[in-house]
């Protein structure tokens, strides 16, 4: 791939600088279009060292609006990072709408130096790719703009500004031992970057190759790409506002179209089959809750030390009792080793970011737990339901949602999911119990109400939320919970087997 790219294209300092001063003036503009139509960018910088990546992102940065973008630049993970999935750093990176976010590296990283320095193993190579083309499919589909520069230059090329920089006592530090073996090892290295070239060269997230060998034609190239693919996306985006704006076409009924027949229910429900007569006895509660928490207060403290994250997810229906069920599992637990995470309406910089952005932010580091009270579920619940999002944001989010849980649990995360169910009987009585008790009547909304009136809608989506999203690496769990005792024992036997079965497989290895 990569020895058909013709380095020997040259641009002349008098045509550079006419093309260079359109460039900078467009650049400058679609920033401020960018800004107002509140589209997000991300431009992506990789390729080979000493290619003049530095420089580039001098050049293309100078005509813009310092208070509008932010760079970053990506070495080893630190200590903290190496805690978490290998994404988690850069998703917390995205930029907010409006904003350009600038990578000196990035993601890649996984599948290029650290592949070479043998940092990245064969196993997590397998999945690194998937995990890569998922992010940027996910960020893209939700409105941002990616674009990706590989820079390119020969060995001969490589050596000589390695050299140049090498003599240079201001400039000596910018060359690592790493960047020489690189150099002495130029066709293997440029086999593994031709590997990702080829594995994550997707329509949504194409890579543009730059011939890197003359600078003056890198910046333009550079330049009049970004140019280009911000002119479109903001044409589309002007496509997509005028659209809205127009008022929907009138629906009308077509003669003859009622049903001819009795309404058949095709729909399949997890939660028809729950059995919400199980119930526990007070004693029988008493004694196995004291058992389980002393066993997870131990599990606890074993999974610090083998430095496993877990993540506990609760949904269910309100009043279905997920924050008795949370007091419960985390009473014996260091509160040092686990967090909480009660999920509300997303505020306005979380609603400036993709909805999964808030989430990346909170998972736990290798060793602890976190725990949600409602969490990245509400985007195929409540904001299907209540139209807070459109329906192909949610109905591309049960895979968004999988590919997340998947790349936590590739990091070795232990995820659990409760939906706790309790039938519409079951929840009127606890509303009501709510209203007549005044320590307990803050937890009762007229919002609550409302949402009983749509009982068989939200009953609708869950079904297909258990459905698509119950995998082997993040079940769903369902919870009879008309009985709370019967409940919060569940949740607490299903957390100890899980724990107890991840640090069995790790002690078989």
Same mark, same amino acid.
């Given at each position: 791939?990569?020895?058909?790219?013709?380095?020997?294209?040259?641009?002349?300092?008098?045509?550079?600088?006419?093309?260079?001063?359109?460039?900078? $003036?467009?650049?400058? &503009?679609?920033?401020?279009?960018?800004?107002?139509?509140?589209?997000?960018?991300?431009?992506?910088?990789?390729? !080979?060292?000493? #290619?003049?990546?530095?420089?580039?992102?001098?050049?293309?940065?100078?005509?813009?609006?310092?208070?509008?973008?932010?760079?970053?630049?990506?070495?080893?993970?630190?200590?903290?990072?190496?805690?978490?999935?290998?994404?988690?750093?850069?998703? =917390?990176?995205?930029?907010?709408?409006?904003?350009?976010?600038?990578?000196? =590296?990035?993601?890649?990283? @996984?599948?290029?130096?650290?592949?070479?320095?043998?940092?990245? &193993?064969?196993?997590?190579?397998?999945?690194?790719?998937?995990?890569?083309?998922?992010?940027?499919? +996910?960020?893209?589909?939700?409105?941002?703009?990616?674009?990706?520069?590989? !820079?390119?230059?020969?060995?001969?090329?490589?050596?000589?500004?390695?050299?140049?920089?090498?003599?240079?006592?201001?400039?000596?530090?910018?060359?690592?031992?790493?960047?020489?073996?690189?150099?002495?090892?130029?066709?293997?290295?440029?086999?593994? *970057?031709?590997?990702?070239?080829?594995?994550?060269?997707?329509?949504?997230?194409?890579? *543009?190759?730059?011939?890197?060998?003359?600078?003056?034609?890198?910046?333009?190239?550079?330049?009049?790409?970004?140019?280009?693919?911000?002119?479109? &996306?903001?044409?589309?985006?002007?496509?997509?506002?005028?659209?809205?704006?127009?008022?929907?076409?009138?629906?009308?009924?077509?003669?003859? +179209?009622?049903?001819?027949?009795?309404?058949?229910?095709?729909? #399949?429900?997890?939660?028809?089959?729950?059995?919400?007569?199980?119930?526990?006895?007070? %004693?029988?509660?008493?004694?196995?809750?004291?058992?389980?928490?002393?066993?997870?207060? %131990?599990?606890?403290?074993?999974?610090?030390?083998?430095?496993?994250?877990?993540?506990?997810?609760?949904?269910?229906?309100?009043?279905?009792?997920?924050?008795?069920?949370?007091? /419960?599992?985390?009473? =014996?637990?260091?509160?040092?080793?686990?967090?909480?995470?009660?999920?509300?309406?997303?505020?306005?910089?979380?609603?400036?970011?993709?909805?999964?952005?808030?989430?990346?932010?909170?998972?736990? @580091?290798?060793?602890?737990?976190?725990?949600?009270?409602?969490?990245?579920?509400?985007?195929?619940?409540?904001?299907?339901?209540?139209?807070?999002?459109?329906?192909?944001?949610?109905?591309?989010?049960? +895979?968004?949602?999988?590919?997340?849980?998947?790349?936590?649990?590739?990091?070795?995360?232990?995820?659990?999911?409760?939906?706790?169910?309790?039938?519409?009987?079951? +929840?009127?009585?606890?509303?009501?119990? /709510?209203?007549?008790?005044?320590?307990?009547?803050?937890?009762?909304?007229?919002?609550?109400?409302?949402? =009983?009136?749509?009982?068989?809608?939200?009953?609708?989506?869950? %079904?297909?939320?258990?459905?698509?999203?119950? $995998?082997?690496?993040?079940?769903?769990?369902?919870?009879?919970?008309?009985? @709370?005792?019967?409940?919060?024992?569940?949740?607490?036997?299903?957390?100890?087997?899980?724990?107890?079965?991840? !640090?069995?497989?790790?002690?078989?290895?």
């Amino acid at each position: 791939m990569l020895e058909q790219i013709d380095l020997s294209k040259k641009i002349g300092k008098k045509e550079y600088r006419q093309l260079i001063e359109t460039l900078n $003036t467009r650049l400058s &503009s679609l920033q401020r279009e960018c800004k107002r139509l509140n589209i997000p960018v991300v431009i992506l910088f990789e390729g !080979l060292g000493a #290619s003049g990546k530095g420089t580039m992102i001098n050049r293309l940065i100078a005509p813009l609006d310092p208070r509008g973008f932010q760079v970053y630049a990506t070495g080893r993970e630190g200590e903290e990072e190496q805690m978490r999935p290998f994404l988690w750093r850069f998703w =917390r990176n995205i930029p907010p709408k409006g904003r350009i976010a600038i990578f000196d =590296r990035g993601w890649y990283r @996984k599948v290029l130096v650290d592949r070479f320095d043998q940092k990245t &193993s064969p196993e997590q190579l397998v999945y690194a790719y998937d995990e890569i083309n998922e992010f940027e499919k +996910q960020i893209t589909a939700d409105g941002t703009v990616l674009i990706k520069f590989f !820079l390119y230059i020969s060995k001969e090329e490589q050596k000589k500004r390695l050299d140049k920089l090498l003599a240079d006592k201001e400039a000596a530090w910018r060359v690592t031992k790493d960047d020489i073996k690189r150099n002495k090892q130029y066709k293997e290295y440029i086999v593994m *970057n031709e590997e990702m070239l080829e594995k994550t060269d997707m329509a949504y997230a194409p890579w *543009n190759v730059i011939e890197a060998m003359n600078r003056r034609f890198a910046a333009v190239k550079i330049l009049s790409a970004v140019v280009e693919q911000l002119e479109n &996306s903001i044409r589309q985006k002007n496509k997509e506002e005028i659209k809205e704006s127009s008022p929907a076409p009138a629906v009308t009924a077509d003669v003859g +179209q009622e049903a001819s027949g009795p309404e058949i229910n095709l729909q #399949s429900s997890s939660l028809d089959k729950a059995d919400l007569t199980l119930s526990l006895a007070k %004693d029988e509660y008493n004694i196995k809750l004291k058992e389980l928490q002393n066993k997870i207060s %131990d599990l606890h403290n074993q999974l610090y030390r083998k430095r496993i994250p877990v993540i506990i997810v609760f949904e269910g229906w309100d009043a279905g009792g997920k924050g008795g069920a949370i007091k /419960r599992l985390t009473q =014996r637990m260091d509160p040092r080793g686990y967090a909480v995470h009660p999920t509300a309406s997303p505020n306005d910089i979380e609603k400036a970011h993709h909805y999964l952005w808030r989430f990346w932010n909170t998972f736990p @580091k290798a060793g602890h737990i976190s725990i949600y009270d409602r969490s990245w579920y509400g985007r195929v619940m409540v904001e299907r339901i209540e139209g807070f999002c459109t329906i192909d944001e949610w109905k591309r989010a049960y +895979q968004e949602i999988n590919d997340m849980e998947k790349q936590c649990a590739n990091f070795g995360a232990v995820i659990l999911k409760f939906w706790l169910h309790i039938d519409k009987d079951e +929840q009127e009585k606890r509303f009501n119990e /709510r209203m007549q008790n005044p320590e307990k009547q803050w937890k009762i909304t007229d919002e609550d109400w409302r949402n =009983r009136s749509k009982w068989n809608l939200y009953k609708e989506a869950v %079904d297909e939320m258990l459905v698509r999203t119950s $995998t082997l690496y993040a079940p769903w769990i369902i919870v009879e919970g008309n009985s @709370k005792y019967y409940a919060r024992i569940k949740v607490l036997e299903t957390v100890v087997n899980a724990l107890e079965d991840k !640090l069995a497989k790790l002690r078989g290895h």
